[in-house]
């Protein structure tokens, strides 16, 4: 058993140790092709995430090849954290493997207590609430933006929030899918593509972002729209999916 862990949090060393065990004790917030659970160690709450056992040629890959989810995961929450943003905090990364191939793995970390996300949006017209969050969130994309990251699964259920001291905070999660490096204004703005919301989201988005970036406010929203009407149209045709896009 291989175990990246953060020194940080020498209390959760046991549990990490015991990984398999503890984990079966824990709480399914979700089950699909990774299984996700709520865990509890004395005075920690813990999110666990055990990902997919890999194919052949995929454990192949990311034995020798490429850092597997759950360490790209685990290593990008400290940068995401590092550029004054937020991601719960890395707990631990553990990898089982057989004959040198990975079997399974596991991340841990913090579990958030933000108690929104950004699927509430989808149907939402834009109250006064509204806008001062889609105001600030689009504040701390630009800071992600600035330091050179982008989330390659900014979708609505990876976006947690809350008010916190009179000030809205925003947590990442689902972080083993990012990009390094500059990224200019069109490409942020492509970034918006997996949100819902009603067409004054959007304008909102565009707005603050243009402020921040020093672009233009009509060419971000017809970035975001257009990268939007991409994404979305590929996803009904893959899915077969039975609704409809408002840009």
């Known amino acids: 058993m291989k175990v990246v862990f953060n020194s940080k949090y020498p209390q959760l060393r046991a549990f990490v140790d015991d990984i ?9 917030l979700q089950k699909g092709r ?21 194919r052949l ?7 020798f090849l490429r850092k597997p989810k759950g360490a790209r995961a685990y290593r990008n929450a ?29 991340y841990v970390c913090l579990f958030s207590p933000y108690t929104r996300n950004f699927y509430e949006f989808g149907d939402k017209q834009v109250d006064d609430e509204t806008a001062e969050i889609v105001e600030a969130f689009t504040r701390a994309t630009v800071r992600l933006h600035d330091a050179g990251m982008l989330h390659k699964d900014y979708s609505p259920g990876n976006i947690l929030f809350d008010k916190v001291d009179g000030e809205w905070h925003f947590a990442l999660i689902d972080t083993n899918r990012m990009r390094f490096g500059n990224v200019g204004a069109k490409r942020g703005c492509g970034n918006f593509a997996r949100l819902w919301g009603q067409p004054k989201f959007f304008e ?24 939007r009407r991409k994404f979305w149209t590929r996803y009904v045709r893959r899915h077969e ?3 409809d896009i408002k840009y």
Not at 20 to 28: D, I, P
């Open 57 to 63: 040629l995929q454990r192949i890959v990311y034995s």
């Open 78 to 106: 400290f940068k995401i954290n590092e550029a004054g943003c937020e991601s719960p905090d890395s707990v631990a990364y553990v990898e089982m493997r057989r004959f040198g191939l990975i079997t399974d793995s596991y």
């Open 20 to 28: 398999e065990k503890n984990f079966e004790s824990g709480k399914v």
């Open 241 to 243: 999916a039975p609704f």
């Open 34 to 54: 990774n299984v996700l659970k709520r865990c509890k160690y004395g005075e920690y709450d813990l999110c666990v995430k055990q990902f997919h056992r890999p």
């Open 204 to 227: 909102i988005i565009a707005q603050n972002y243009a402020d921040l970036r020093n672009a233009s406010p009509s060419d971000c929203l017809r970035w975001i729209t257009a990268a």
